[in-house]
């Protein structure tokens, strides 16, 4: 089975200014359609060759020419061609004149409304972890590596994982309930998103403190790791003090540390930020 993408996602090619929206790095796409069963995940180049082939010119040249399928399935929303005028409908007669079967998915629903990209980046951009848990199908995951930040959590007693998350898209800035995964491991974590404005602001970091080992035992620097959300427990706010802090974090801690006893983590997908050729 292959699974055809396009990287960059059209909508960053032609709108390249448009606020982060992506759910999934490609890595990380990589590994989710390998975890469904997909032999061969196919990231396409879009250019602007591909994005002035007409809807036809697609299907002979791109499906047909390069992957010669017996079965084309897309979902009830794809638009493809220039201009976006091919239609499930179009690829479906496309389809029939060439002897291919087609089928289109229809959407799918939840809690009475349709399941859709757009729909959890809502989610994730209001912190609603959970709704965006159930509507993916596994926690939304941050992937990319550990680097060294200003050590300042190791003196507050607090020693954290700094990532430097490869996507855009994040949640607001908070307190979360987190796996930090790496090494096959899935460490229980909380985790802050945010500036740290008690300690003057400035850019956004994540940061990610090991429940085991208080701290101890993360992934040294340039490791590669996913952070796996489940949970929002607060705002980030500006403490007045280092001693209102701490006792803030060891709150933190306490909420977090209740919240993981009862998650079973089985619908995480393990191993979304290995390192892996992704080819188009």
Same mark, same amino acid.
């Given at each position: 089975?292959?699974?055809?993408?396009?990287?960059?996602?059209?909508?960053?090619?032609? *709108?390249?200014?448009?606020?982060?929206?992506?759910?999934?790095?490609?890595?990380?796409?990589?590994?989710?359609?390998?975890?469904?069963?997909?032999?061969?995940?196919? =990231?396409?180049? =879009?250019?602007? &060759?591909?994005?002035?082939?007409?809807?036809?010119? @697609?299907?002979?040249?791109?499906?047909?020419?390069?992957?010669?399928?017996?079965?084309?399935?897309?979902?009830?929303? =794809?638009? =493809?061609?220039?201009?976006?005028?091919?239609?499930?409908?179009?690829?479906?007669?496309?389809?029939?004149?060439?002897?291919?079967?087609?089928?289109?998915?229809?959407? @799918? /629903?939840?809690?009475?409304?349709?399941?859709?990209?757009?729909?959890?980046?809502?989610?994730?951009?209001?912190?609603?972890?959970?709704?965006?848990?159930?509507?993916?199908? *596994?926690?939304?995951?941050?992937?990319?590596?550990?680097?060294?930040?200003?050590?300042?959590?190791?003196?507050?007693?607090?020693?954290?994982?700094?990532?430097?998350?490869?996507?855009?898209?994040?949640?607001?800035?908070?307190?979360?309930?987190?796996?930090?995964?790496?090494?096959?491991?899935?460490? /229980?974590?909380? &985790?802050?998103?945010?500036?740290?404005?008690? @300690?003057?602001?400035?850019?956004?970091?994540?940061?990610? @403190?090991?429940?085991?080992?208080?701290?101890?035992?993360?992934?040294?620097?340039?490791?590669?790791?996913?952070?796996?959300?489940?949970?929002?427990?607060?705002?980030?706010?500006?403490?007045?003090?280092?001693?209102?802090?701490? *006792?803030?974090?060891? /709150?933190?801690?306490?909420?977090?540390?209740?919240?993981?006893?009862?998650?079973?983590?089985?619908?995480?997908? /393990?191993?979304?930020?290995?390192?892996?050729?992704? *080819?188009?």
């Amino acid at each position: 089975m292959v699974a055809l993408t396009f990287e960059p996602h059209p909508v960053q090619f032609f *709108r390249p200014e448009h606020p982060p929206f992506r759910l999934a790095v490609p890595v990380q796409k990589y590994h989710l359609l390998r975890a469904c069963g997909v032999d061969y995940p196919l =990231f396409l180049s =879009f250019d602007r &060759t591909l994005a002035d082939l007409d809807g036809e010119r @697609f299907v002979r040249e791109i499906l047909v020419e390069t992957l010669a399928p017996s079965l084309v399935v897309v979902g009830y929303d =794809f638009n =493809f061609g220039k201009g976006r005028l091919g239609t499930p409908a179009s690829l479906r007669a496309s389809c029939l004149r060439l002897d291919i079967q087609a089928r289109v998915v229809h959407p @799918f /629903r939840w809690e009475g409304e349709i399941v859709s990209s757009s729909r959890i980046r809502h989610a994730i951009r209001d912190g609603a972890l959970p709704k965006a848990r159930a509507l993916l199908g *596994r926690p939304y995951a941050l992937v990319g590596q550990v680097v060294e930040g200003e050590h300042r959590g190791r003196t507050l007693g607090f020693p954290t994982a700094n990532v430097r998350p490869a996507n855009d898209l994040l949640p607001p800035h908070g307190v979360y309930v987190t796996y930090l995964e790496t090494g096959g491991r899935l460490i /229980r974590s909380v &985790t802050n998103i945010g500036i740290r404005p008690t @300690f003057g602001g400035g850019e956004v970091t994540v940061e990610s @403190f090991a429940l085991e080992g208080r701290g101890e035992g993360v992934p040294g620097y340039g490791q590669p790791v996913a952070l796996h959300l489940l949970e929002r427990i607060r705002s980030e706010i500006r403490f007045d003090s280092s001693e209102q802090l701490v *006792r803030q974090i060891e /709150r933190d801690v306490s909420q977090g540390e209740q919240v993981l006893r009862e998650d079973a983590a089985t619908d995480i997908v /393990r191993g979304v930020f290995e390192p892996v050729d992704v *080819r188009w």
